[in-house]
């Protein structure tokens, strides 16, 4: 079981552009996945970007999104926590980081199979959490 920590931002439409940029003065390895590629072609931004990862030479990851236009996008305040892998325990995390703050997304099965859900904590802090399903 693993489970990991990473920055995950988000952008007003332009997260593809940005992680190509960063993938140029960081290196590694971009993927990226639109609202569409996971079952998600009912949102307005369809071919904007659900999930995009760059993963480093140096050990780097780097998370993104194009965030749609229900969720509100403030530029300064555009960067997530997190926390996933396919460890039941982080279902665990989920409820005890979002003890006094504000569930935004109850962690549920999506439409991609994961488990996933989001809340900003007592602290103000926005986090993403994402179980991974088994692959049996």
Do not use: C
Request: proline fraction near 5%.
């Amino acid at each position: 079981m693993t489970a990991r920590l990473n920055p995950y931002i988000a952008f007003n439409g332009n997260a593809r552009e940005a992680l190509r940029f960063y993938r140029e003065v960081l290196g590694g390895e971009l993927k990226i996945g639109t609202f569409t590629e996971y079952g998600a072609s009912d949102v307005m931004a369809a071919d904007k970007i659900m999930h995009a990862v760059l993963t480093t030479p140096d050990g780097f990851t780097l998370m993104a999104w194009d965030v749609p236009e229900r969720v509100p996008f403030h530029p300064g305040n555009n960067v997530a926590i997190y926390l996933g892998g396919d460890d039941p325990a982080l279902r665990g995390y989920f409820e005890r980081l979002s003890v006094g703050g504000t569930v935004t997304m109850p962690l549920n099965k999506q439409v991609w199979g994961d488990e996933a859900g989001s809340f900003i904590d007592q602290f103000g802090i926005f986090w993403m959490v994402n179980i991974t399903r088994s692959k049996g």
